[in-house]
Nanobody
Framework: QVQLVESGGGLVQPGGSLRLSCTAS????????MGWHRQAPGKQREWVAT???????VYQDSVKGRFTISRDNVKNTMYLQMNGLKPEDTADYYC?????????WGQGTQVTVSS
């Protein structure tokens, strides 16, 4: 079992940047798949990005070139660097981890992009 805690959300102007963090309650070295989803107001939750244990990454088309997912196995933390933020990126962002025991989610962190 693993608990995940997100942080780093907030209010930012269009074009600005934020870095989200997802800290796990245990060593993530053995967790092969981690990633981020988001849920905008009134919309369904959607996948944003995934990173594997070998740091292979995949992104949703709308965030390619603007968002970067990474992980630090020493700090047990995954990150989502978000640059060039747009109002349509406004959402609650959730990290997840897939282990042999199941899929785990954090509680979410809110990102608001507005002038």
């Amino acid at each position: 079992q693993v608990q995940l805690v997100e942080s780093g959300g907030g209010l930012v102007q269009p074009g600005g940047s934020l870095r989200l963090s997802c800290t796990a309650s245990r060593n993530i070295f053995s967790i092969d798949v981690m990633g981020w989803h988001r849920q905008a107001p009134g919309k369904q939750r959607e996948w944003v990005a995934t990173i594997t244990g070998r740091s292979s990454t995949v992104y949703q088309d709308s965030v390619k070139g603007r968002f970067t997912i990474s992980r630090d196995n020493v700090k047990n933390t995954m990150y989502l660097q978000m640059n060039g933020l747009k109002p349509e990126d406004t959402a609650d962002y959730y990290c997840y981890a897939v282990t042999s025991e199941g899929k785990y989610w954090g509680q979410g962190t809110q990102v608001t992009v507005s002038s």
